[in-house]
């Protein structure tokens, strides 16, 4: 979602229950997506990645939905745990294929609680 | 395998001076990028190297800041002189791109820990 400032959009979660993070993108030519995790004084972490001929992958308790028509895209956290807590970037791929320039969103923050 | 090295990890400065930082990327990766990250906001691309080439600087203030990577390895940024608003954590990120015979390529960008600037 979209921030103003200092004012990340925060999604709190009980320890255990699923996550959903949502993201919208702004170019219908964005051919590649991913998504990032950084936790405070580190750099972003890749979680996963998927492109824009796939509407669904999966990893190790992470799912990526891409909806083109709607310009969405999502990532859910299975039974979310402490060490989830951070803040969530997607990020999309504006150069076109053989290009890779990525435009990151302005993340959201996971809170979990124990 | 190692990571990303950047440092300094932490630099604060006076507005108008200059300050430099160092990037090492994962051996192996031709393509190295620099982010600017101020609090609260995603990374913002700078600068992006393919070996010791720049592939794209159309978002760096070139008045100011000046990046290279003369052996294609390392990478050095450098801002000078620095104002108030540079103040941000500088990204450092490699990628070990590949072009498949259709056409297509791969590409995942790995970060380093960042250095956080702060100019006062």
């Known amino acids: 979602g979209e921030s103003v400032g200092l004012h990340l959009p925060t999604l709190s979660v009980q320890e255990g229950d699923n996550s959903i993070i949502n993201c919208a993108y702004s170019n219908s030519a964005s051919d590649y997506f991913i998504w990032y995790k950084q936790e405070s004084g580190k750099g972003p972490q890749f979680i996963i990645d998927i492109r824009s001929n796939m509407d669904k992958r999966q990893g190790q308790r992470v799912t990526v939905l891409l909806n083109k028509t709607v310009k969405h895209l999502s990532l859910q956290i299975a039974a979310t745990q402490p060490g989830d807590s951070a803040v969530y970037f997607c990020a999309e791929n504006i150069g076109g294929a053989g290009s890779y320039q990525l435009t990151f969103g302005k993340g959201t923050k996971l809170s979990v609680i124990p | 395998e190692a990571g990303v090295a950047q440092s300094p990890r932490y630099k604060i400065i006076e507005k108008r001076q200059s300050v430099a930082f160092w990037c090492n990327p994962i051996?192996?990766?031709?393509?190295l990028y620099w982010y600017q990250q101020i609090l609260g906001q995603g990374p913002k691309l700078l600068i992006q190297?393919?070996?010791?080439?720049?592939?794209?600087d159309s978002q760096l203030p070139k008045d100011r800041f000046s990046a290279e990577r003369l052996k294609g390895v390392d990478s050095t940024l450098k801002i000078q002189p620095a104002k108030l608003e540079d103040s941000a954590v500088y990204l450092c990120?490699?990628?070990?791109?590949?072009?498949?015979?259709?056409?297509?390529?791969?590409?995942?960008?790995?970060f380093g820990p960042g250095t956080r600037l702060t100019v006062l």
């Open positions: 990120a490699s990628s070990l791109v590949f072009f498949g015979t259709s056409g297509g390529a791969s590409d995942t960008q790995y």
């Open positions: 190297f393919q070996n010791n080439g720049v592939v794209d």
């Open positions: 051996s192996g990766h031709a393509t």
